[in-house]
């Protein structure tokens, strides 16, 4: 339970975050995906099922408040958490390289995937534009904010285990 609550809080930390402060500290109308940092992160740290359903719930919120479909964010969101679920059995907390590769990765995928649903769909066949003024600036901008967020992000992980670990213990 204390899990789910503390994933929630998170979520919406999160995703508020992202909305308001960091639009007051966009460049160039660029903002961090704080989202895709909580959905990468708990994906690699927890496994698919729970990737699956921070970036469903993350995505969900970005439906709501900003999107024109329901459910074309969370379901982006949702494969993101998947494939970064999948490299949890090569995830050792002391180790920063893999987390950043997966958020680059993650990032590069969710902008490139916005680009051909959103874009190319429509006509609009400037790819290298949009790569070079949204995509590559976004995914800089969140890698900067990645070093910072993810050791949090980890450490709250760890007391979560930890306080799972001696609660599971008691009932032995």
């Known amino acids: ?34 989202t895709i940092i909580l959905t990468s992160s708990f994906g ?57 590769a997966l958020i680059i990765v993650s990032d590069l995928s969710y902008g490139v995937l916005c680009y051909i649903l959103l874009f190319l769909l429509r006509g609009r066949f400037d790819f290298l534009y949009y790569f070079t003024r949204v995509i590559l600036p976004e995914t800089l901008y969140t890698i900067v904010v990645t070093v910072f967020l993810y050791p949090i992000i980890l450490k709250i992980n760890q007391l979560i285990e930890k306080k799972e670990k001696g609660s599971s213990q008691k009932f032995v």
């Open 44 to 100: 690699f740290m927890r496994g698919e099922t729970e990737g699956m359903c921070i970036g469903f719930l993350c995505g969900l919120l970005c439906d709501v408040f900003y999107g024109d479909v329901l459910g074309f964010y969370a379901l982006i969101l949702t494969y993101i958490g998947y494939v970064n679920g999948k490299f949890s059995r090569i995830f050792y907390p002391e180790d920063i390289k893999l987390p950043i």
């Open 1 to 34: 339970m204390l899990r789910k609550i503390t994933i929630v809080l998170l979520t919406l930390i999160c995703f508020l975050l992202e909305t308001t402060v960091f639009k007051s500290f966009a460049l160039a109308g660029i903002v961090p995906k704080l």
